[in-house]
């Protein structure tokens, strides 16, 4: 590399991430959009309406693996719920959209058809409020966060962690499945929410529409990036990084661990809710089947085939593991477990730190870690401070010449 | 009567084994004490007791006045209790000068560390620390690189920065140099008056070199405290360890 190209990559490292989900979100908001609405359908720059959504939704998911990388990434705490936290906004939206449809669905009635299937007379008092925007939009933030909060709060507290948690969250959003899957839970049951007819007085069905949604979708990467950006860039930041690879010494330093953890992952849920809020107008539909526990693996597959601790990595990883599997569930609809599997096992043992190590822009800490995961040597956080496994030998206080050999020993284990 | 520190009748027992069995220790501000014994005599638990990572089973611990023998470890080191570890623990991800940057006394709540810029006098108190543990050239390279005495300095230099005002240091010179040892060897001792400090040393010279008074622990209990003088001739402690 001449000593100029070298001095560019050293001046644009820091900013190659933010850079490359500038680029994504400039095509998914403006490019993609324009392309779509503007261009007319002779060109061949012509986007097509179904290819839009395709794309919003995408988005859609690379914000959630964006939220996902802070607390796993960044902060270590491996979850297996937030596809929850995602169908949790997406139902506030739903709500909304829901109650939107007034009078226009099969049986004209005021309240939403499945309502009516019921046979039950009026709203129940947890939908009140979601025929306005405003209100549906707050709940899609407020939901998952004040959920993610609560459940944060006694797990970090009991000092549940590692993979403990993940199966914890995993038996979280099993449980909130079977919960909406029933039908006197009152969100549909298995149809979930669906039908929609317009947002904010626009028709879904209109290309315009689902053009601007797009745009939004992009325009909320860019948000979702930024935050989670500005936090892994502030000391609170190095904190979580910290507390992901020795925990005990981070409390000793003075930090409340719970306290760094709950910010961190009810940032993530909060974003979470909002990719889903995004998403759910995009797709037409919600339904339980989203909080699937294996949804929730697929997210952290996403992130760790883009490569965790990056931000921009687990929206690369999004994009590109759910382009395959669009692709790949079209052309062979049985191959796709399998080749998912394969994937992860693939990335888990021979490029830990995914696409962005690949490209040569993983994380400075993963590279020192990586580095550093070499056999023999642990910086596994359960062992800081305990009893030694291998006690130093023994030492004489008579003795001086055998204490300053033991200190060499007690060195080494 | 400014004890700064007041272990009380302490016991901590692990299924049935009391790693520590009624022991009482007691401490002045601005005191050095080595504190040695055999492997297994409880050193490390006491430390253990004292930050809030074990709880006792019996006894009270008392710091500054108060009552920490309940207080969870952020806030019993929020009160200036400050400790490195037995094997040196550093953040291996960050730099040097990061390591030190979250190890500044201050403070440490998430929405003041979101926003935190490092103010002229942290910048100064890191750059000092720097200069004293020998690492001002390396304060950009990532600690989990660094060689086990370079760590254990750094580690020495993250208590230092957090200014407590007593500071536990388990073997704090294994693995280093002889050169290294002696000048561990002044940078504890010049603390000791500012700082209340409490060593573990197994390296005989060194505990030497610097204690004053020293506390001999065997199997949970304090067997000897006084001068390194009088210890070392205690029948007692010579058995103890001759046995070992
Ligand atoms: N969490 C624990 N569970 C069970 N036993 C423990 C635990 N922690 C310490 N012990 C036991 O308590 C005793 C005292 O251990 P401690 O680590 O305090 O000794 P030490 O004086 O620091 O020894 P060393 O010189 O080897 O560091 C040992 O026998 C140890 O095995
Ligand atoms: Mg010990």
Redesign the interface.
């Known amino acids: 590399m001449t000593p100029a190209l070298a001095r560019l990559r050293a001046w644009l490292g820091p900013h190659l991430n933010t850079g490359i989900i500038a680029i994504l979100c400039v095509i998914v908001s403006i490019v993609v959009p324009i392309c779509n609405a503007v261009v007319p359908e002779s060109s061949a720059l012509h986007v097509p309406d179904f290819f839009v959504t395709v794309i919003g939704k995408l988005t859609c998911y690379a914000i959630v693996a964006v939220a996902m990388d802070l607390v796993w990434g960044y902060a270590g705490i491996l979850s297996l719920c937030h596809a929850l936290f995602f169908a949790l906004g997406g139902y506030a939206m739903g709500m909304y959209l829901m109650r939107s449809i007034g009078k226009q669905g099969m049986y004209a009635s005021d309240l939403p058809d499945f309502m009516v299937f019921l046979d039950w007379k009026e709203l129940p008092w947890y939908w009140y409020g979601f025929d306005h925007f405003w209100f549906a939009a707050l709940m899609a933030l407020l939901v998952p966060g004040v959920i993610a909060y609560v459940f944060g709060f006694f797990a970090f507290r009991s000092r549940i962690g590692g993979v403990y948690f993940s199966i914890v969250t995993q038996a979280l959003t099993f449980a909130a499945m079977l919960l909406f899957f029933r039908n006197a839970t009152g969100f549909g049951g298995n149809n979930g929410l669906t039908d929609f007819k317009r947002i904010l007085g626009y028709p879904l069905r209109e290309p315009s529409t689902r053009a601007v949604l797009c745009a939004l979708a992009g325009a909320g990467l860019a948000l979702a990036y930024a935050l989670c950006r ?2 892994v860039g ?3 930041g ?2 979580l ?2 507390m992901r ?2 925990e ?10 719970v ?2 953890k709950l ?1 961190a992952w009810t940032l993530s849920a909060v974003l979470c809710g909002f990719a889903g809020a995004l998403y759910v107008p995009q797709v037409g539909i919600i339904n339980p089947s989203e909080m699937q526990p294996s949804s929730s693996v697929e997210i952290a597959i996403w992130v760790a085939v883009g490569g965790r601790g990056t931000l921009a990595g687990a929206a690369i990883g999004a994009l590109l593991v759910n382009g395959l599997k669009s692709w790949l569930t079209a052309a062979f609809p049985a191959a796709w477990l399998y080749v998912l599997g394969t994937l992860f096992v693939v990335v888990t043992l021979a490029m830990p730190g995914g696409i962005m190590q690949l490209i040569g822009m993983g994380p ?3 590279n ?2 990586s ?2 995961r070499t056999p023999g040597v642990k ?1 596994d956080a359960s ?3 305990s ?2 496994s291998a ?2 030998p ?5 003795d ?1 010449k055998a ?2 050999a ?3 020993g ?3 284990s | 009567m400014s004890a700064l520190l007041k272990v009380d009748d302490v016991t901590v027992s692990f299924d049935g084994f009391r790693a520590l069995d009624h022991l009482t220790l007691t401490l002045e501000a601005g005191e050095l004490r080595c504190l ?1 014994g ?3 005599a409880g050193k ?1 638990t006491l430390q ?1 007791v004292i ?1 809030g ?1 074990t709880r006792p089973t019996s006894g009270k611990v008392h710091f500054d006045g108060r009552d920490i023998t309940r207080l ?3 806030v019993i ?2 009160l200036g209790v ?2 490195k ?3 040196p ?6 730099t040097v000068f ?1 390591n030190l ?3 500044l006394h201050g403070s ?3 929405t003041r ?4 810029r490092l103010t002229a006098e942290e910048r100064q108190a890191i750059d000092g620390t720097l200069d004293l543990i020998g690492l001002s050239d390396l304060r950009a390279k ?1 600690a ?2 660094l060689s ?1 005495g370079q760590k254990q300095w750094l580690e020495i230099g ?1 208590l230092l920065v ?1 200014q407590p005002k007593l500071l536990l240091v388990d ?1 704090p ?4 140099t002889q050169a290294e040892i002696e000048r561990t060897a002044e940078i504890l001792a010049s603390l000791a008056g500012k700082h209340t400090v409490v060593v573990v040393e ?4 060194f505990v030497r070199s610097i204690a004053r008074t020293v506390t ?1 622990l065997h199997e949970g209990r304090v067997l000897a405290e006084g001068p390194m003088k009088d210890v ?1 001739a205690d029948p007692q ?2 058995e103890v ?2 046995g ?1």
């Open positions: 500005a936090v502030s000391r609170a190095r904190v990084t910290a690879d020795v005990p010494k981070v409390r000793f330093c003075g930090y409340d661990t306290r760094y910010f400075r800490a993963w020192v870690l580095r550093f910086v062992v800081v401070g009893p030694s006690p130093p023994a030492v004489t206080l008579v001086d204490s300053s033991s200190a060499g007690a060195a080494g | 040695v055999p492997n297994g490390t253990d930050t990572k969870p470890e952020h080191v929020g400050g400790r570890f037995q094997r623990t550093v953040f291996p991800g960050h990061e940057e979250l190890s440490k709540a998430v560390n979101l926003f935190a990532a989990g690189l086990h993250m957090q073997e010179v294994a693995g280093m197994h390296d005989m010279d001999v070392q402690v010579i360890y001759l070992a």
